[in-house]
């Protein structure tokens, strides 16, 4: 089954985080990958090793791109997006995972970090036996068309457009 979390809304990768959470408690086992994200920490990356053995989560990315000052050129976020896409592919194909979350894939595809043209050849060939989300804004319309399960997060209200800074534990 292939899942979408895409929209200008808060909520898609911890909708990820929270399904993961779930297929946990029912003994699967699961892997999430996240495109773009680099060094900057957030709340999930330790909380994995306090869950137990089934879930890792590995960040692929070397940071936001193009923006805060970003101190990379635009190939070497291409060539992270590529290692990190060749993790996913591994990682899928090992069949050691019942839950594989590729987490900001949309927006590393927007982004045309990585060609989606491979990707979506891959997915349709590869979801069966398998659960994959992939989270990010301005998921493409191919992803939409062959996913099982897709859920827009609309924007409403965000403490950021009221200057407020994000917060510890529940933006990172
Ligand atoms: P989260 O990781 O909290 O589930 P997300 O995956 O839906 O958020 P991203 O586009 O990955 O959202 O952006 C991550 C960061 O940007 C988070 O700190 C989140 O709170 C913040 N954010 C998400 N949506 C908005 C928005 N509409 N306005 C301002 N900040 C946002
Ligand atoms: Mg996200």
Redesign the pocket.
């Known amino acids: 089954m292939i899942i979408v979390f895409t929209g ?8 990820a985080l929270g399904t993961a959470l779930r297929s946990i408690g029912n003994g699967k086992k699961v892997k999430m990958i996240q495109f773009i994200k680099g060094p900057f920490k957030s709340g999930e990356d330790s909380s994995w090793q306090k869950l137990s053995s089934n879930f890792e989560l590995i960040k692929g990315g070397i940071g936001f791109v193009g923006i805060l000052n970003d101190p990379h050129s635009f190939s070497d976020h291409k060539k992270a997006a590529d290692n990190t896409w060749e993790l996913c592919k591994k990682t899928i194909k090992s069949r050691k995972y019942n839950l594989v979350i590729m987490d ?1 894939i949309n927006a590393a595809m927007d982004l045309k970090l990585i060609d989606d043209q491979e990707i979506k050849e891959f997915l349709q060939q590869s979801s069966e036996n398998i659960d994959i989300i992939c ?3 301005n998921a493409p319309k191919w992803l939409i068309d062959i996913a099982d399960l897709v859920t827009e ?1 609309k ?1 409403v209200k ?1 403490p ?2 009221a200057g407020k800074q ?1 917060k510890r534990g529940i ?2």
């Open positions: 200008n809304g808060k909520g898609k990768t911890t909708a900001e989270t990010g804004r997060m924007d965000h950021f457009n994000a933006e990172f």
